[in-house]
C-alpha cells in the first residue's frame, strides 16, 4: 500500500480545506443561530448559500468512488477529504457528502433501476431532496437485523408496508422526500438472511406517520432530525423493490461498507479538531502556577491522542484501500475494525479535550460537548461495536480452523 496521497488528492484536500477555513469555521455561531430561530425542521440560508459555492467549485458529491455521476474517488482518495470535512459536524452537508444520504445514493447508484435513479438519485445528486434509511425498530433487537418485524407484503401491483421504525436519521428534515425500508417480504424463509427486503417510501405516501423526533443526549440534531415513524397499510408500487424480494441483506451489506467507513474518516477529522483545541486550551491556561501544557498529565494525554488518532487513521486507510483492491466484502474484518476503534478512539480524546477546558468543554462555547455525544452515538450506529467485535473474531478464529 503506498501511503503517499496522490496529487489529484493533495489538490482537494488543500481546496476542501480552504473552503473550511474561509466558508466553515467563521459561520459555526451562524450555524446554530439559525438552526435555533424559526422551524428546526427547515433548511437553513446558510447551508443553501455553502452548497451552492462548493458545487461551483467542483467540491460535490466526492463520495462516490468509480462513478461519472459523483465526484469518482476511491475510498483511499477520498479519505483524508472526508476527515477534513470531518472536523465540523455539519460540514459534509455543505459538499452533498453526509449521511444517510451517501449511502442511499450509493444503494440508488448500484442496484437501483433506470427509473428509479430517475426519480429518486438525481436530485439527492443535486441536493435538491434529502432522505432516510429506515431500518432499526423499537420493538426489537435491531443489532441483530434478522429480527426485523416490519411487513412488506405484495398485494398485486403494489406492496402494503405495516410497521414501526425510530432513529430514523433524516426523516424530520423537510426537505427529506424518500426512505428507503427495510422489511419483511418472506418472514417463513429458512434462511433468515432471505427474508428480508429493501423498498423505496416516497415520505409523502399515505400511511406515513412521523411520530416524533428523537434527541440524542438532549440534542435533536436540527434540521436533520431523527424520527420514529409509523408505517400503516402504506401502499407503493411493486416497481419500488429495489433488486428483488429477499435480496435486503445483500443491500445492507453494499450499503453499510462506505457507510461505516465514511463515519469513521469523519471521526478522525473530529478528533483531530478535539486535540487542536486541547492543545490551545493547554498553552493559554494556567493552573497552580504553570501553564496547562506543561502539566504531566496533559502532555501525556496529548502524546497519547496523538498516538490513538494516527493509529486509527492507518486502519482506516488501510480498509479504503482493501475496499478499493478486493472489495466490501473481502474487506469485512477492516471495516468492522475501523468502526470500533475510531468511536472508542475519538470518544477518549474529545474526553481529555473536555477536561482541558473545564466547565467550558460542557458548554456550547465549543462544539467538544456535542461533538462527544455524536461519536458516543456512533458506538451504535451502523451496528455497535459488539456486534462487530464478535465478526472480527469469527473472522480471525476462521483462520485457525
Not at 118 to 125: H, K, S, T
Not at 133 to 146: L, N
Not at 150 to 163: K, P, Q
Request: overall charge neutral; aromatic content about 6%.
Amino acid at each position: 500500500m503506498n501511503f503517499d496521497y496522490s496529487p489529484k488528492t493533495q489538490d482537494l484536500i488543500a481546496r476542501v480545506t480552504a473552503f473550511m477555513d474561509e466558508h466553515v469555521y467563521p459561520n459555526e455561531a451562524r450555524h446554530a443561530r439559525e438552526v435555533a430561530e424559526g422551524n428546526r425542521w427547515a433548511p437553513i440560508p446558510l447551508m443553501e448559500e455553502l452548497k451552492e459555492k462548493a458545487r461551483a467549485q467542483g467540491l460535490w458529491n466526492l463520495f462516490l468512488p468509480h462513478s461519472d455521476v459523483g465526484g469518482g474517488l476511491t475510498n483511499l482518495e477520498y479519505a483524508p477529504v472526508c476527515e477534513v470535512m470531518g472536523r465540523v459536524l455539519w460540514a459534509s452537508e455543505a459538499f452533498n457528502c453526509s449521511a444517510p444520504d451517501t449511502g442511499n445514493m450509493e444503494v440508488l447508484e448500484r442496484y437501483g433501476t433506470p427509473e428509479q435513479k430517475a426519480r429518486w438519485l438525481r436530485p439527492l445528486l443535486d441536493g435538491k431532496i434529502r432522505s432516510c434509511f429506515a431500518m432499526t425498530e423499537p420493538g426489537v433487537a435491531s443489532s441483530d437485523a434478522t429480527n426485523i418485524e416490519c411487513a412488506i407484503v405484495r398485494d398485486g401491483d403494489e406492496y402494503v408496508i405495516n410497521g414501526r421504525k425510530w432513529w430514523s436519521s433524516g426523516a424530520v428534515d423537510e426537505r427529506c422526500a424518500v426512505f428507503i425500508l427495510m422489511g419483511k417480504t418472506d418472514p417463513a424463509n429458512p434462511d433468515r438472511h432471505r427474508q428480508q427486503s429493501m423498498i423505496i417510501v416516497p415520505r409523502d405516501t399515505p400511511g406515513v406517520k412521523i411520530l416524533r423526533a428523537l434527541k440524542v443526549f438532549g440534542y435533536d440534531d436540527a434540521p436533520h432530525g431523527h424520527a420514529e415513524i409509523a408505517f400503516e397499510n402504506v401502499r407503493v408500487p411493486a416497481a419500488n423493490l429495489l433488486l428483488g424480494e429477499g435480496r435486503g441483506f445483500e443491500i445492507a451489506q453494499g450499503r453499510l461498507g462506505p457507510g461505516r467507513i465514511h463515519h469513521c474518516m469523519r471521526t478522525i477529522g473530529m478528533a483531530e479538531r478535539a486535540l487542536e483545541l486541547m492543545c490551545r486550551r493547554s498553552l493559554s491556561r494556567v493552573a497552580f502556577g504553570k501553564k496547562l501544557a506543561e502539566q504531566t498529565v496533559t502532555m501525556e494525554r496529548i502524546a497519547e491522542s496523538r498516538i490513538l488518532i494516527d493509529q486509527a487513521r492507518l486502519l482506516v486507510l488501510r480498509a479504503a484501500h482493501m475496499m478499493d483492491t478486493v472489495g466490501n466484502k473481502a474487506a469485512a474484518k477492516e471495516i468492522g475494525m475501523i468502526k470500533v476503534a475510531a468511536p472508542t478512539m475519538a470518544c477518549k480524546v474529545i474526553d481529555w479535550a473536555i477536561q482541558a477546558h473545564g466547565a467550558a468543554g460542557v458548554s456550547d462555547d465549543f462544539p467538544l460537548a456535542y461533538d462527544y455525544a455524536q461519536v458516543r452515538t456512533l458506538r451504535f450506529a451502523d451496528g455497535p461495536d459488539e456486534v462487530h467485535r464478535n465478526q472480527i473474531a469469527k473472522l480471525e478464529l476462521a483462520r485457525y480452523r
